[in-house]
C-alpha cells in the first residue's frame, strides 16, 4: 500500500485565498490593512531566503508588510530599541524576530519584548504557558500548521498515540502539546531516548522534527502509521526531510513530502497568526 500524500502546497494555497478575504473584510471593517513587521538581524543567507517568502506571503494575502534588516554588528540595544518601537506603533499588528540571532544577543530578552498580543510566532513565554494550560492563543507556526494539515484530511487525533521526535521550543514541544490538547496520548522522544524505534512503532501518528535527513526509516513506522516530516535539511545542494520517504510511504497511511508538505504551511500558518493578531487587537478597544 502506498499512502495518501498530504499535500502541503495546496492546503496553503486554498488557505492564503481564505486569509486574503478574511484580511479584506478587516480592511472594510477597520479602515486599515493588518500589519506585519518582520525583523533581520544579520545576513544567514536561509533567514533572508524565509525572510523574503514571509514577506511575499503577506504581498499574497493582502498583509502590510514592514521589513527591518540589522547588521550582523547590531547591539542588544539597537535590536531592543526597535522592538520597542514597533510595540507602540499602533498600526502593527504582529511582530517577528528571525531566529536564529547573532551570537552575542540575548534572544530571551528580545523575544519577551515582543507584547503578547503582537507575538506572531507564538515564542513569547505568555502565549507558551497559554498553549501548556490549553487554552486558545497564539501559537508557533509549524505545529499549527500540521494541525492544520490534519484536521483538512480528516485525521483525528483524540485517542491516537502522537509521538514527536524532537524537543525543540519552535516545533517538538508546541507540537506535543497541541495533540495533547486534542486529546492524543502523546510522547516525545529527543537525542536520550532509548529504544526510540520501538516507540516510534507504537505512533499512530508520528512527527519527526529532529534536523536528520531521512533519520525515520519504514522499519520504525507501524502500518498505517500518519507520519509528518518537519526536517527541512540540505544534503548535495537537495532538500531532504527527517524520514526517509520512499521507503516510509509503502508503510503509512498518510505522509507529507519535502519539499511540498509542511514547509509551507508554516508561513501560511504566519500569515493566518498575524491576521488573528489583528482582529483579537481590535477587538480588545471595543
Ligand atoms: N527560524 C526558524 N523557524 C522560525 C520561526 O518559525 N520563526 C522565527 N521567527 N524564526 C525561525
Not at 503578547?116 to 505545529?143: Q, R, S, Y
Not at 512503532?201 to 534536523?211: E, F, R
Not at 526536517?231 to 516510509?248: A, C, P, T, W, Y
Amino acid at each position: 500500500m502506498s499512502a495518501v500524500l498530504i499535500d502541503g502546497k495546496a492546503l496553503s494555497a486554498r488557505k492564503r485565498e481564505e486569509i486574503k478575504k478574511k484580511c479584506e473584510i478587516f480592511e472594510q471593517e477597520y479602515g486599515r490593512k493588518i500589519c506585519l513587521a518582520v525583523v533581520l538581524v544579520g545576513n544567514d543567507p536561509a533567514s533572508e531566503v524565509y525572510v523574503r517568502n514571509k514577506i511575499r506571503g503577506c504581498e499574497a494575502t493582502d498583509i502590510r508588510s514592514l521589513s527591518f534588516t540589522l547588521p550582523q554588528t547590531a547591539s542588544q540595544n539597537d535590536v531592543e530599541q526597535l522592538i520597542c518601537a514597533l510595540s507602540a506603533d499602533e498600526s502593527v499588528d504582529g511582530i517577528l524576530v528571525q531566529l536564529p540571532l547573532p551570537k552575542g544577543l540575548d534572544e530571551d530578552r528580545i523575544l519577551n519584548l515582543i507584547p503578547p498580543e503582537k507575538d506572531v510566532d507564538g515564542f513569547h513565554p505568555v502565549n507558551v504557558g497559554k498553549l501548556l494550560l490549553g487554552k486558545e492563543t497564539i501559537v508557533a507556526c509549524t505545529p499549527m500548521g500540521v494541525m492544520t494539515m490534519l484536521r483538512d484530511n480528516d485525521i483525528s487525533v483524540a485517542g491516537k498515540n502522537a509521538v514527536v521526535i524532537g524537543r525543540s521550543n519552535i516545533v517538538g514541544k508546541p507540537m506535543a502539546m497541541l495533540l495533547l490538547r486534542d486529546h492524543a496520548t502523546v510522547t516525545i522522544c529527543h537525542s536520550r531516548t532509548k529504544n526510540l524505534k520501538e516507540i516510534c512503532k507504537n505512533a499512530d501518528i508520528l512527527v519527526a522534527a529532529i534536523g536528520k535527513p531521512e533519520f525515520v526509516t519504514a522499519d520504525m513506522v507501524k502500518d498505517g502509521a500518519v507520519v509528518i516530516d518537519v526536517g527541512i535539511n540540505r544534503v548535495n545542494g537537495k532538500l531532504k526531510g527527517d524520514v526517509d520517504f520512499d521507503s516510509v510511504k509503502e508503510k503509512a497511511s498518510y505522509i507529507t513530502p519535502v519539499p511540498g508538505g509542511v514547509g509551507p504551511m508554516t508561513i501560511t500558518t504566519l500569515l493566518e497568526n498575524t491576521y488573528l493578531c489583528g482582529v483579537r487587537r481590535e477587538r480588545a478597544k471595543s
